[in-house]
């Protein structure tokens, strides 16, 4: 990292302050600290990385080692397979559609930034970038977003920043931004439907909202739309990813391809598996939140109310207009300190004979109250 040092004045201090915070994508250059009449600046080489990857949790955690590990500004473009990825402060189980996300295999997993849910799939790009600079000047998603919106200017597309955190075309959103900050460093990221499948996009991210009641972030529904129905002429994704990185390199002065190296990517693996591949951290972390649900069955209408804590059940209780034999009480204890999750609930029900707390129903008819 080099520096350099020069006697100023504090008002040509100020002056030159001034001129630096208002030079947009400058990140090279980030003015740090002052000591003794000194003007520190350092220097800063933005590595850029065409990630292969489409591992989900790998990914997230690739954007944890580059904001966390790596001391250069980085521009990262990357995909995931198909994945819900809920932000920092939400409740998971209150953004997924749980019988979806499990007929399609589609993973889910928590980020380091808040906002809210979005589903990614092979036809949404996503980006990043990291920025070391003051910790008060490195939130600002109109930057961070700049060169997405000229690369589609220049093609003819009028895409725009629009809201706090979106960019869209004619009044559709085709991309949502995120920031976490950590003291002095921000980790941007954002995504890009291009020509992803809309009906999964809706139908993974469907949930009754009288479900849940909670004070979590919750994900609220746009119109949407993909950039590829706006482009005069076909055009694939490789060669629209191509054209942002080709946009990138040519805009920052010492931007230059990166490539992970194996000690990289062995770090990077480590947190995959040690974080965000782990139900603690996708489930667990969800906000406290009490879950209602009810339904009609051939044994009468059945509600379960549950009190969740961090991904746990801490109290669970049925009601409704059924019949049974046996105390449903044992069950409700039962449940406690269970996960609130399909295959962990699902084992505990099936410790007990069903039919002998609820007349006439099936075991997939007291599974169908709990999510």
């Known amino acids: 990292m080099k520096s350099m040092q020069t006697n100023l ?5 100020l002056k ?19 000591r003794n009449g000194f003007f520190i600046l350092h220097h800063f080489t933005m590595l850029c990385i065409h990630h292969h990857s ?42 997924i559609n749980v019988d979806y996300v499990k007929e399609k295999d589609i993973k889910v997993v928590r980020r380091l930034s808040g906002g809210g849910a979005v589903y990614h799939d092979l036809g949404n790009l ?45 009044g559709k959103k085709f991309s949502g931004n995120a920031e976490h900050v950590f003291k002095n460093k921000v980790l941007h990221h ?19 909202p009288l479900k849940y009641k909670d004070r979590a972030v919750k994900s609220i529904p746009k119109r949407v739309t993909n950039v590829s129905e706006h482009m005069a002429e076909p055009m694939k994704l490789e060669d629209f990813t191509q054209r942002i990185m080709d946009h990138v390199l040519a ?8 490539e992970f190296t194996e000690n990289d990517l062995a770090q990077i693996q480590k947190i995959r598996d040690e974080k965000y591949a782990t139900w603690e951290w996708n489930y667990g972390h969800s906000p406290k939140y009490n879950f209602m649900q009810g339904a009609r069955t051939p044994g009468g209408t059945l509600e379960v109310n549950l009190r969740v804590e961090k991904g746990i059940i801490k109290e669970a209780k049925f009601f409704g207009d059924f019949f049974g034999v046996e105390d449903i009480t044992e069950i409700e204890q039962t449940l406690i300190g269970c996960k609130h999750g399909q295959d962990e609930v699902r084992s505990v029900l099936a410790r007990f004979d069903l039919k002998q707390y609820f007349h006439k129903m099936s075991a997939a008819d007291v599974m169908s109250v709990f999510f």
């Not at 208002?22 to 250059?29: G, S």
């Not at 955690?61 to 402060?89: P, Q, S």
Request: with cysteine; proline share 2%; net charge neutral.
């Open 9 to 13: 004045s504090w008002l040509q201090l």
């Open 251 to 258: 805009t920052f002065s010492d931007a230059k391809m990166y």
């Open 54 to 95: 489409t591992d989900p949790y790998f990914n997230i955690a690739t954007d944890e080692f580059i904001f966390k590990h790596l001391k250069e500004d980085c521009f990262m473009l990357w995909r995931n397979d198909n994945a819900i990825i809920v932000g920092k402060h939400q409740n998971t189980m209150a953004e």
């Open 16 to 34: 030159l302050r001034k001129r630096l915070n208002h030079i947009k994508f400058n990140f090279t250059t980030v003015p740090t600290s002052c």
């Open 126 to 170: 996503n980006f990043s970038f990291t920025r070391t600079g003051e910790n008060t000047e490195v939130v600002d998603f109109e930057r961070y977003t700049k060169p997405i919106i000229d690369v589609l200017n220049n093609i003819g597309i009028a895409a725009k920043f629009e809201g706090r955190n979106d960019l869209t075309i004619e």
């Open 190 to 208: 954002g995504t890009i439907l291009y020509s992803s499948q809309m009906k999964d996009v809706s139908g993974a991210l469907k949930i009754n």
